[in-house]
């Protein structure tokens, strides 16, 4: 594998909304991230992710830009980000923003021109179609409810589409002009010194031209429209006339020269085309291995869904895709992040919640193969937010509990499907202290503060040798000692103990050297018959390690990391 100058960094994302409010607006803002910049450093951070800071009318929390070049004025200004840049080098600490081109916002003037002038330049930077009998073009179901299309404003018959939000509409990339714009856009923030971008809803770009109606697959007579892109990304592979041709345009163009650094939030992906992707010539240097951590998912709404990861369906599709990436690439692993409920609750049901499973989940990513990234307030095991009805913010969460209700589900089984699964559990303020709100600053916060907050915080676990927050900088820290570096970076992976049921446990290989990691991730203690010997334990997060001639016994959710 070519070496990259970003292999064996640590990533971290900031939702800059609910990381630290510097000014008491109730906001979190960037003065704020850089008040925290040495708590990153200190956590282990290398390369920090900053969810959208544009200009934006905010109905999807800023992943509706309005403006390309900008800060929004909640978050501060281009000086502050500039600021950003300049500290976090200073740190030797790398900065990437979210590039968010499979659309924009209804309020940018883009679309402000398209809809006073539909046939002008700008109705050509969007996908303006008639419709068909007084319907929309066709079934199309937009990824947060109702149909893709919406009449564009002031026309009787003419649609425009929003694979998300209604003022989310989709960018127009058959249209060389915009692919033009675009360009400039992303090489003015990449002189500016940021050191890349995480790709928002990539694979999108490409839409299925013929409009063909899709299967229904639902009591609207809809069919989802991701069913749609994803037929795109298996039928028009290579760069002939596929997606490709957009993917690498914009690599060339912009990320190539840059010696940037990409992170895909790339669907539909299979296993074969991963070399095409984030191979040695691919479009993006990594992309979010999501393959493995969505075994939970079953229906269309939430109430549907597993109340846990089962650890067992986990540990499978992670082997899947660590074989499927072989030697040729990384795929940045993740528990969590700003789309999903809390990973503490996800995979660990609520009465084995403790320092043992949060870190044993701790261990099992950051020691896999791949680029390991965190999601602010995980590394203090922040949880899932109780919340009622009325105190969610997310649209797709109250989208999910409307299409629950129409799909025959109760209020009751609706509202705790969104309660487990809102993407709102994890944009809830970070709990810094056991101050008035969390110590997130000194408003009152834009979204409910856990009320855990007094018992799971940062100070809290600075305090105590023993915390979760101590764990994360252990294991970072281990993670990027001289002595394991490279081989916890480029080391190949191998499945251990692959039938023993809640057992995680994978070998690490280089040259000479071998790691083991094993893991019992269920709350009862287990006997493991060892197949191989070790001469070393080098990293654990529960202090005894009990073993008795070729036996080991693991307490619940013990980690242990042998050499050899
Ligand atoms: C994916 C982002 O992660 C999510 O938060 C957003 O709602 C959609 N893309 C639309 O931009
Ligand atoms: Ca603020």
Same mark, same amino acid.
């Given at each position: 594998?070519?070496?990259?100058?970003?292999?064996?960094?640590?990533?971290? +994302?900031?939702?800059?909304?609910?990381?630290?409010?510097?000014?008491?607006?109730?906001?979190?803002?960037?003065?704020?991230?850089?008040?925290?910049?040495?708590?990153?450093?200190?956590?282990?951070?290398?390369?920090?992710?900053?969810?959208?800071?544009?200009?934006?009318?905010?109905?999807?929390?800023?992943?509706?830009?309005?403006?390309?070049? %900008?800060?929004?004025? $909640?978050?501060?200004?281009?000086?502050?980000? =500039?600021?950003?840049?300049?500290?976090?080098?200073?740190?030797?600490?790398?900065?990437?923003?979210?590039?968010?081109?499979?659309?924009?916002?209804? +309020?940018?003037?883009?679309?402000?021109?398209?809809?006073? /002038?539909?046939?002008?330049?700008?109705?050509?930077?969007?996908?303006?179609?008639?419709?068909?009998?007084? +319907?929309?073009?066709?079934?199309?179901?937009? #990824?947060?409810?109702?149909?893709?299309?919406? !009449?564009?404003?002031?026309?009787?018959?003419?649609?425009?589409?929003?694979?998300?939000?209604? +003022?989310?509409?989709?960018?127009?990339?058959?249209?060389?002009?915009?692919?033009?714009?675009?360009?400039?856009?992303?090489?003015?923030?990449?002189?500016?010194?940021?050191?890349?971008?995480?790709? /928002?809803?990539?694979?999108? #770009?490409? !839409?299925?031209? &013929?409009?063909?109606?899709?299967?229904?697959?639902?009591?609207?007579?809809?069919?989802?429209?991701?069913?749609?892109?994803?037929?795109?990304?298996?039928?028009?592979?290579?760069?002939?006339?596929?997606?490709?041709? *957009?993917?690498?345009?914009?690599?060339?163009?912009?990320?190539?020269?840059?010696?940037?650094?990409?992170?895909?939030?790339?669907?539909?992906?299979?296993?074969?085309?991963?070399?095409?992707?984030?191979?040695?010539?691919?479009?993006?240097?990594?992309?979010?291995?999501?393959?493995?951590?969505?075994?939970?998912?079953?229906?269309?709404?939430?109430?549907?869904?597993?109340?846990?990861?089962?650890?067992?369906?986990? !540990?499978?599709?992670?082997?899947?895709?660590?074989?499927?990436?072989?030697?040729?690439?990384?795929?940045?692993?993740?528990?969590?992040?700003?789309? $999903?409920?809390?990973?503490?609750? #996800?995979?660990? @049901?609520?009465?084995?919640?403790?320092?043992?499973?949060?870190?044993?989940?701790?261990?099992?990513?950051?020691?896999?193969?791949?680029?390991?990234?965190?999601?602010?307030?995980?590394?203090?095991?922040? &949880?899932?937010?109780?919340?009622?009805?009325?105190?969610? =913010?997310?649209?797709?969460?109250?989208?999910?509990?409307?299409?629950?209700?129409?799909?025959?589900?109760?209020?009751?089984?609706?509202?705790?499907?969104?309660?487990?699964?809102?993407?709102?559990?994890?944009? &809830?303020?970070?709990?810094?202290?056991?101050?008035?709100?969390?110590?997130?600053?000194?408003?009152?916060?834009?979204?409910?503060?856990?009320?855990?907050?007094?018992?799971?915080?940062?100070?809290?676990?600075?305090?105590?040798?023993?915390?979760?927050?101590?764990?994360?900088? $252990?294991?970072?820290?281990?993670?990027?000692?001289?002595?394991?570096?490279?081989?916890?970076?480029?080391?190949? *992976?191998?499945?251990?103990?692959? /039938?023993?049921?809640?057992? *995680?446990?994978?070998? $690490?290989?280089?040259?000479?050297?071998?790691?083991?990691?094993?893991?019992?991730?269920?709350?009862?203690?287990?006997? #493991?018959?060892?197949?191989?010997?070790?001469?070393?334990?080098?990293?654990?997060?529960? @202090?005894?390690?009990?073993?008795? %001639?070729?036996?080991?016994?693991?307490? @619940?959710?013990?980690?242990?990391?042998?050499?050899?």
């Amino acid at each position: 594998m070519k070496r990259e100058w970003w292999h064996g960094l640590v990533g971290y +994302q900031i939702y800059p909304r609910s990381f630290y409010d510097s000014n008491g607006d109730g906001i979190g803002d960037l003065p704020g991230i850089l008040k925290k910049l040495d708590y990153l450093k200190g956590l282990g951070a290398d390369l920090l992710w900053l969810s959208p800071m544009y200009p934006s009318p905010m109905v999807d929390n800023g992943y509706d830009i309005s403006d390309y070049y %900008g800060v929004d004025p $909640r978050f501060g200004t281009l000086e502050d980000l =500039d600021r950003l840049i300049a500290e976090t080098k200073k740190r030797g600490m790398y900065l990437i923003l979210d590039l968010v081109v499979n659309h924009c916002s209804d +309020q940018h003037p883009w679309f402000q021109s398209a809809v006073a /002038d539909p046939s002008g330049k700008y109705g050509g930077y969007f996908y303006l179609k008639e419709g068909k009998d007084g +319907q929309p073009p066709n079934n199309w179901r937009s #990824l947060f409810g109702g149909s893709a299309w919406e !009449k564009l404003p002031g026309q009787d018959n003419l649609y425009y589409l929003h694979i998300f939000a209604k +003022q989310q509409p989709d960018l127009n990339w058959e249209n060389p002009a915009l692919r033009e714009e675009i360009y400039r856009m992303v090489n003015w923030w990449l002189d500016r010194g940021i050191a890349g971008f995480r790709l /928002d809803a990539i694979t999108n #770009l490409k !839409k299925d031209l &013929t409009w063909e109606d899709l299967p229904p697959d639902g009591p609207d007579g809809m069919g989802n429209i991701s069913e749609s892109i994803a037929r795109m990304i298996r039928r028009d592979g290579g760069t002939r006339n596929g997606i490709g041709v *957009f993917l690498s345009e914009l690599r060339e163009r912009c990320f190539v020269p840059h010696d940037a650094f990409t992170v895909g939030e790339a669907s539909h992906v299979s296993p074969e085309r991963l070399s095409e992707f984030i191979g040695e010539d691919g479009y993006f240097s990594t992309m979010f291995a999501f393959d493995a951590i969505n075994s939970h998912i079953r229906g269309v709404c939430y109430c549907e869904d597993d109340r846990h990861m089962d650890p067992d369906a986990w !540990k499978r599709d992670v082997f899947v895709n660590q074989a499927a990436l072989k030697d040729f690439a990384f795929e940045a692993n993740v528990v969590e992040n700003h789309d $999903r409920p809390r990973a503490a609750s #996800l995979f660990i @049901p609520e009465e084995e919640y403790g320092f043992a499973s949060v870190t044993a989940l701790a261990g099992l990513l950051v020691l896999q193969r791949g680029m390991p990234f965190l999601y602010q307030g995980q590394e203090i095991g922040m &949880t899932n937010c109780p919340f009622e009805l009325e105190e969610f =913010d997310d649209l797709s969460t109250l989208d999910n509990y409307r299409f629950s209700l129409k799909s025959g589900h109760s209020k009751e089984e609706a509202l705790e499907g969104c309660a487990r699964m809102s993407r709102d559990n994890s944009r &809830t303020p970070m709990q810094w202290s056991a101050e008035e709100n969390a110590g997130f600053g000194g408003g009152r916060p834009w979204l409910k503060v856990n009320p855990n907050y007094p018992r799971i915080n940062v100070a809290r676990q600075e305090a105590e040798y023993g915390s979760i927050l101590n764990f994360y900088r $252990r294991l970072l820290n281990f993670y990027k000692s001289e002595e394991y570096h490279e081989i916890l970076t480029y080391g190949d *992976f191998e499945p251990l103990y692959e /039938d023993q049921e809640k057992i *995680f446990s994978f070998r $690490r290989t280089l040259g000479e050297k071998t790691l083991t990691v094993i893991c019992n991730f269920s709350g009862s203690e287990r006997f #493991l018959s060892l197949k191989e010997d070790y001469s070393e334990v080098i990293f654990v997060n529960l @202090p005894q390690v009990t073993r008795i %001639g070729d036996n080991l016994i693991l307490h @619940p959710f013990q980690l242990i990391v042998t050499e050899k």
